[in-house]
């Protein structure tokens, strides 16, 4: 076929039923446009111009753009291109940058017809693109921007001091909006193999034969691996090994995520067509799909220790005697729904030999020296044989922080004695990775007649399934965080995570806080009607201060400032016809009694440059730009003169990019190393260290395990504090969204209130219309199209309000904000409904609701097994 590709002629030979977005990025070398869902065609992020008009190029056929012209991208006018950098930097429009590629060229098309469009217009016209990181504000903003410069005005100027407090601009933003920092699927290396996953067809069966002959006799297929192919440990996992990396013959599967071979070729397709030839003979076994019937008697046990992973007790004085005493108790019982993280770049991994035995991979994980670990252990190798340089991620939210298909790529690799990139695609990804975890809630809480709390008894049940994940983990910190940022002299929590059959449920935004905040704000709610005061002052009443003791029995030092939050919404809150409020907590560091690590080098470079080297994954948040920050703000540099790495070439393990502590402990460890560097300078020029590097490092090693009986336990290191007000319109819909948050100190205003905006939007999502369906233990939503994503038309407003409550343990005084966004949402909107329509809901999601019209998906399709 013949086609006109960024004004040159184009002649090709295609494959059959190769897809535009094919074409373009395996025969035509261009990556801008970014595979987020092939073939479905509902992300947006390969979007480019056919014939001006705006296409998703995975679900367009190459043969249908015969004759045509085509632009990518990278083919727009250098003028347009520095413009949109310019506007998506100066906004703060691009987070993670995965989808801005697709959106700018939606915006390049819009701009085409109509060159002055109002917010409404550039809204509409997002249609079909999503973003999760950003909540689409900032976006629209840019839009808003780059039209104006067309119009001759002026592009506001990011700030380029690299100050602690500046709107400094986002490190590789330009990069980022044009399409040209490549993700991990984006990488090409000399003589590169693509790898396909056998996933498993059921989520329990045993596996009687795995045979890949035929796969093995495909054209193009150069390795295939099964169990028996691995020289290691085939179980892995981050606090538990229980994680199979290949199902063995012999053995039952887990879910249908389960790994039972893959396959090295020389293409992508030719790799997935000899998947789909692995025969594999099953004995089909009933499913375990209920965590109430996984426990009880009888049930088929998942795993040898049973179907219990974990119980977490938090107990505070005597709750029993306190609920029998009190003026008002109210009970009730919540259900929460399993979520998908629904980030926008799929799992990806390119694994190179490194000539000696050993491999080198590159990995989008949130914790690449744990990836490093598990892959060694599966590859029965020394660590040092095994290096990992992190690619920024196109999206986390703490669904990458398991080991995903890095072994399976490194294995291939060491096969085939050549560089493999396996790439899961939208469904795969669904289906493998770990989810948000639903809960079932039962809450009893009791007021005295002024509505000061006086016990809160919970016992909570998480379906973590197939595997342990960070299920526990999760569990604990719902336990120690079901009383919310209240003053609760008397508590009995439980919490039980238990397997099933379902996909496992780890690690996503908030850790098991998101879902006990919804119990145990509506059980605010109810008590505040029952004593006959408004919600907002029952909040007041009870919100914790400076000397009292949390939940888990943590007596709290300075940077409590959920009552200045408080303050910061209560006008707005108490005017507004239909309104909801809930206050929220959510801690930052792991803490409950593990060693926690701030580690960080700063190499100076004989151009007078400094190369930061952390720990930490970029995937959005910002952390690359606020270590950057630190960094000018200690050695008074510009950005321009810091570049950040993060490789295992040195020794910088501080485990995952998780619990909302990068911030904290990363920018310790910087200013540690700084130090160091400033006094090697004693006056003379930055150059004149050339080739040095200055260690830093932070250690919190004085938390300890929430332990019932146990006065002035420090379970974390520190806490944000938040308060958020859903406001309704006439209709029932949310229209505007008040998020008042003790940050500690605003390190960069634009990510911070990227941050928020992208937090409200996902808790958004998870209020009124988000929902992963199984049905059997099998994805049903198995698409971005069926998943509820709230469009770009339906994010409201967000006002964001910043309260400065120094934290003594924070670099000048922070704390983290990654996940406490988006804890309060879902109760402020249920709160809100129920002012609106008078029906108190306690299931997530609220389909039901006005809030949800045009969210949610009018159907669900049964799932395709790919590979299978």
């Known amino acids: 076929m013949e086609f006109t590709l960024n004004g040159r002629q184009v002649s090709l030979e295609v494959r059959e039923g190769a897809s535009l977005l094919e074409v373009l990025r395996e025969q035509c070398g261009l990556t801008s446009m970014k595979d987020g869902c092939a073939p479905e065609g509902s992300c947006g992020a390969c979007t480019v111009l056919v014939d001006g008009r705006a296409v998703v190029s995975c679900a367009q056929p190459a043969a249908r753009v015969a004759g045509k012209r085509v632009i990518t991208l990278e083919g727009l006018p250098e003028e347009h291109r520095a413009q949109w950098a310019d506007c998506f930097v100066a906004s703060g429009a691009s987070q993670c940058g995965f989808c801005t590629p697709g959106i700018v060229m939606k915006a390049e098309s819009l701009l085409a017809r109509n060159p002055n469009p109002s917010r409404d217009e550039i809204t509409r016209a997002l249609a079909g693109n999503l973003c999760r990181c950003t909540g689409y504000i900032k976006i629209i903003d840019a839009i808003g921007y780059a039209a104006a410069a067309r119009r001759g005005e002026p592009v506001p100027a990011p700030d380029r001091s690299g100050r602690v407090g500046s709107r400094t601009a986002r490190y590789q933003g330009r990069e980022l909006a044009l399409g040209q920092k490549p993700f991990v699927a984006d990488m090409r290396v ?52 229980d994680w199979r990396q290949f199902v063995a013959e012999g053995e039952v599967t887990n879910y249908v995520g389960d790994v039972l071979a893959v396959v090295a070729a020389e293409t992508r397709f030719a790799a997935r067509a000899a998947a789909t030839l ?72 390119l694994a190179v030999p490194s000539g000696d035995g050993g491999v080198h991979f590159f990995s989008q994980g949130q914790g690449i020296w744990e990836d490093r670990r598990q892959v060694a252990s599966v590859l029965a190798l020394p660590e040092e044989k095994v290096r990992v340089t992190l690619v920024s991620s196109g999206g986390g939210f703490g669904g990458k922080e398991d080991l995903s298909i890095q072994a399976h790529a490194s294995l291939l690799a060491l096969m085939a004695d050549r560089p493999v990139l396996l790439a899961l695609s939208r469904r795969e990804s669904i289906r493998f990775h770990p989810k948000r975890h639903p809960m079932t809630m039962e809450y009893a809480v009791g007021c005295d007649a002024e509505g000061r709390l006086l ?85 007041w009443r009870n919100a914790l201060d400076v000397g009292d003791t949390f939940a888990t029995g943590q007596k709290l030092g300075n940077g409590v400032g959920v009552k200045k939050t408080l303050l910061a ?10 309104a909801g409020i809930a206050c929220a907590v ?87 190393a700084a130090k160091r560097l400033r006094a090697a300078l004693e006056g003379n020029r930055l150059e004149s260290l050339a080739g040095q590097e200055f260690y830093g490092e932070v250690v919190i090693d004085w938390t300890s395990k929430p332990t019932p009986g146990v006065e002035d336990q420090v379970t974390h290191f520190a806490y944000g504090w938040a308060t ?96 406490i966004g988006n804890i309060p949402t879902a109760a402020a909107i249920a709160g809100a409904l129920w002012s609106y329509d008078g029906i108190r809901r306690t299931r997530l999601p609220m389909k039901d609701s006005p809030a949800a019209r045009g969210f949610v998906p009018k159907r669900a399709r049964p799932s395709r097994v790919e590979g299978a």
């Open 190 to 241: 000399p003589g590169m193999l693509h790898g396909a996953v056998r996933w498993s067809d059921h989520p329990r069966a045993r596996v009687v034969r795995i045979d890949v002959s035929k796969a093995r006799a495909c054209p193009g297929v150069v390795a295939v691996a099964t169990w028996r192919d691995v020289p290691g440990e085939r179980r892995q996992g981050l606090i538990f090994s």
């Open 278 to 349: 692995i025969e594999v003979e099953y004995e089909v076994l009933p499913p375990v799909t209920d965590p109430f019937e996984a426990l009880a008697e009888g049930a088929p046990q998942i795993h040898e220790m049973g179907n219990l992973l974990s119980v977490t007790k938090v107990r505070l004085g005597d709750a029993g005697t306190a609920l029998a005493g009190a003026a008002f108790v109210a009970t009730e019982t919540f259900r929460t729904q399993t979520i998908e993280h629904a980030f926008l770049e799929p799992e990806a991994c």
């Open 455 to 539: 016990a809160v008894r919970a016992r909570i049940v998480g379906d973590t399934g197939a595997y342990a994940s960070v299920g526990d983990k999760v569990l604990e910190r719902a336990a120690g965080h079901a009383c919310g940022p209240y003053r609760v002299p008397n508590v009995d929590v439980e919490s039980r995570a238990v397997f099933t059959n379902n996909p496992p449920a780890g690690a996503m935004r908030g850790f098991g806080v998101n879902q006990v905040s919804f119990a145990m704000e509506a059980m605010m709610d109810i008590l505040a009607s029952r004593v006959g005061i408004d919600r907002w002052e029952i909040r």
């Open 569 to 578: 919404v209560r006008d707005a809150f108490r005017s507004a016809r239909y």
């Open 586 to 672: 959510k801690n930052t560091g792991i803490g409950n009694g593990l060693t926690e690590y701030g580690k960080a080098v700063l190499r100076v470079e004989e151009d007078g440059t400094v190369t930061l080297m952390h720990s930490w994954t970029e995937m959005g948040q910002g952390v690359h730009t606020i270590m950057q920050q630190v960094a000018c703000e200690e050695l008074g540099l510009r950005p321009d003169r810091v570049q950040v790495v993060v490789d295992t070439m040195r020794e910088l393990d501080t485990g995952e990019t998780t619990a909302s502590r990068a911030t904290v402990l990363g920018g310790l460890a910087v200013i540690e």
């Open 724 to 819: 958020q007000v859903a406001i309704l319109d006439d209709d029932g819909r949310v229209a505007r969204v008040i998020a008042a948050h003790d940050v500690g100190r605003v390190m960069n205003p634009t990510l911070l209130e990227g941050q928020i905006e992208g937090s409200v939007h996902m808790g958004m999502g998870y209020a009124l219309s988000e929902e992963l369906v199984l049905k059997g233990g099998v994805p049903v939503t198995d698409s971005l199209k069926s998943l509820g994503i709230v469009p770009p038309a339906g994010m409201p407003s967000v006002e964001c309000i910043f309260v400065e409550e120094f934290q003594p343990e924070g670099p000048y005084g922070a704390k983290g904000v990654g996940e």
